[in-house]
């Protein structure tokens, strides 16, 4: 699985570079308007432009997944504490168990004549 993801990202890179490198053509962005009907801005390349402003909107997601994640994690971790305190044994005593006495007849028990005699 582990492969697939590094094809995946090599991929991706690639691809992202080529974009980049064929719109290296430098454009201005307006920001802000300022006094004299001039606007505050910047000119980068176009690839630049574009890669900075798909990271400004997949960050959101991407926080909402990690937050998401975390909140589940420590759902699981919670649930497995719960689980392990509860079917754990709580004291740590050792346990002393008595054996119960023989039982002492003082009558004599008679001799069986045939084994399938019942006992009196």
């Known amino acids: 699985m582990q492969i697939i993801r ?11 570079v080529a974009f980049i490198a ?12 300022v006094e004299g009907g001039n606007y505050l801005h910047f000119e980068w390349p176009v690839g630049v432009i574009a890669l900075v402003f798909f990271l ?3 960050l959101p997601m991407w926080l909402v997944h990690r937050a998401g994640r ?17 079917s754990a044994p709580v004291s ?18 008679p001799p069986r004549t045939t084994p399938l005699d019942p006992l009196p």
Do not use: K, Q, Y
């Open 6 to 16: 590094t094809i995946f990202w090599v991929i991706l890179t690639a691809i992202l």
């Open 22 to 33: 064929m719109n290296w053509t430098r454009v201005p962005v307006n920001i802000w308007p």
């Open 56 to 58: 400004a909107g997949a």
């Open 70 to 86: 975390w909140r589940l994690n420590r759902r699981i971790h919670s649930l497995e504490n719960t689980v392990a305190t509860t």
């Open 92 to 109: 740590t005593a050792p346990v002393v168990t008595h054996e119960p006495a023989p039982v002492i007849t003082t009558e004599p028990v």
